[in-house]
């Protein structure tokens, strides 16, 4: 049992390129989430699921797009990369029932040049 | 929407020594007060939780708190251990729906030994 597992590790990017992000989990969770984390800042949500074939919009949507094509996979994509998204990329899992915990992975460290 | 703060930012303490964290929310409507432990290199990590019906909750040296009336909630770690440097977040949710976390932006705390 892995729980949230991420790829890749690290990555640099140059302005302007493009990459996807992958997150898989293997507990069954219908919920699923993409964070970034920046300094001083916390973490901020991206982009969620609520199940397979379902994406919607958080706090910072712009310059990225995700799929959730396999109930247990959830991709975050980035068309052209900008420095501003230098972070470091969490993605999380959880259940629909109380309480709703998420289980993080180990995260994505992106540096865009 | 849902805005959480968290202080102090930093805070160091002498081994045995207790820590106290302090958060504070926005929206009345938020039920669930989960805390994550980040340790450096990994994903954040749920150490406890309460819900908006319990004034308090604890779990050996780690107990949080909770006044609705006031809007805040509180970590407090007892005869703390070098292993208890992390950052630490504090989270607030509606526990419905997608049950979207918004974090605060974390305290990085340090046990001296």
């Known amino acids: 049992n892995a729980g949230v597992t991420q790829t890749p590790k690290f990555r640099v990017l140059k302005t302007g390129q493009s990459m996807t992000l992958l997150c898989a989990q293997d507990?069954?969770?219908?919920?699923m989430y993409w964070y970034r984390q920046d300094p001083g800042m916390g973490l901020r949500l991206i982009h969620y699921?609520?199940?397979?074939?379902?994406?919607a919009k958080g706090e910072v949507p712009d310059g990225y797009n995700v799929s959730r094509l396999k109930k247990q996979n959830f991709l975050l994509g980035l068309e052209s990369a900008a420095p501003s998204q230098t972070s470091v990329y969490f993605c999380a899992s959880s259940s629909t029932r109380f309480p709703p915990t998420q289980y993080f992975g180990p995260g994505t460290r992106l540096l865009v040049l | 929407g849902e805005n959480v703060e968290q202080h102090p930012s930093t805070l160091s303490v002498q081994e045995g020594d207790s820590a106290v964290i302090k958060c504070t929310y926005s929206?009345?409507?938020?039920?669930?007060f989960p805390w994550y432990k980040q340790e450096l290199g990994k994903g954040p990590q749920l150490i406890i939780d309460?819900?908006?019906?319990?004034g308090e909750k604890k779990d050996q040296r780690i107990a949080v708190t909770l006044n609705k009336t006031a809007k805040h909630f509180s970590l407090h770690i007892t005869e703390t251990q070098p292993e208890d440097s992390a950052v630490y977040f504090c989270?607030?949710?509606?526990?419905?729906?997608?049950?979207?976390?918004?974090f605060g932006t974390g305290t990085r705390l340090t046990v001296i030994p």
């Open positions: 309460i819900r908006s019906n319990v």
């Open positions: 507990m069954n969770h219908e919920y």
């Open positions: 989270a607030a949710s509606k526990a419905w729906g997608a049950n979207n976390l918004f």
């Open positions: 699921s609520v199940g397979e074939g379902t994406t």
């Open positions: 929206d009345s409507a938020s039920n669930y």
